[in-house]
């Protein structure tokens, strides 16, 4: 089983700060096909989890541009350029190139 | 738009058994593969199974296989998960998402294994 670990686990933010979080795969999630298949997911307070971005470094419909991706291999990172208070919740990377896994979580809170 | 609404959670006591749905609407449901995702009161996502868009291939996580059974029936535009033996550690919410990319989530619904 591929497993997926982030770093840190909860971070503290003040508004108009940058955030990053990181994401390691204990195998390369490079396919055959070309495409690495790492996602980000947020999970707001009560809600259900929404895809922000996809195959490492392309943002879902409607997703802010502050928000970006990027890595390869086995090594990414979540950077959110500046933070708002809407960002808060807990960020979730996901690989889907064997089954699926989701990392542990990072919760996000703002300062 | 996409709607996904989950049903038939509820409390059942160990080695019960349950059946989840979820009525897909606002996209053609037998074009696109779906999955359910649970997660325990206070913890992170796990993955539980997925089927192909015509149900051709099915997967399971380890920790449900043998137990749990994903079906769909595209005439009804809906997803099942058919849970047997169910365990107190299988006490979660439980999502179905829309492939590609798990973008569209529904909100869930919540199962107690509990004597």
């Known amino acids: 089983d591929i497993v997926m670990t982030q770093t840190p686990l909860s971070l503290s933010v003040t508004p108009g700060q940058p955030a990053s979080i990181s994401c390691k795969s204990s195998?390369?999630?490079?396919?055959?096909?070309?495409?690495?298949?790492l996602y980000w997911y947020l999970q707001k307070p009560g809600q259900s989890p929404q895809l922000l971005i996809y195959?490492?470094?392309n943002r879902f419909s409607g997703v802010p541009d502050r928000f970006s991706g990027s890595g390869s291999g086995t090594d990414f990172t979540l950077k959110i350029s500046r933070v708002e208070a809407e960002d808060v919740g807990v960020y979730y990377c996901?690989?889907?190139?064997?089954?699926?896994?989701f990392g542990q979580g990072t919760r996000l809170e703002i300062k | 738009q996409v709607q996904l609404v989950e049903s038939g959670g509820g409390v059942v006591q160990p080695g019960g058994s349950l059946r989840l749905s979820c009525a897909a609407s606002?996209?053609?449901?037998?074009?696109?593969?779906m999955h359910w995702v649970r997660q325990a009161p206070g913890k992170g996502l796990e993955w539980v199974a997925f089927?192909?868009?015509?149900?051709?291939?099915?997967y399971y996580a380890d920790s449900v296989k043998g137990r749990f059974t994903i079906s769909r029936d595209n005439s009804k535009n809906t997803l099942y998960l058919q849970m047997n033996s169910l365990r107190a550690e299988d006490t979660a919410v439980y999502y179905c998402?829309?492939?590609?990319?798990?973008?569209?989530w529904g909100q869930g619904t919540l199962v107690t294994v509990s004597s």
């Open positions: 998402a829309k492939d590609p990319a798990l973008g569209d």
């Open positions: 606002g996209f053609t449901f037998s074009s696109y593969g």
């Open positions: 089927i192909r868009y015509d149900g051709s291939n099915k």
């Open positions: 195998q390369s999630l490079l396919h055959s096909d070309g495409k690495t298949y």
């Open positions: 195959e490492v470094s």
């Open positions: 996901m690989q889907s190139i064997q089954l699926i896994t």
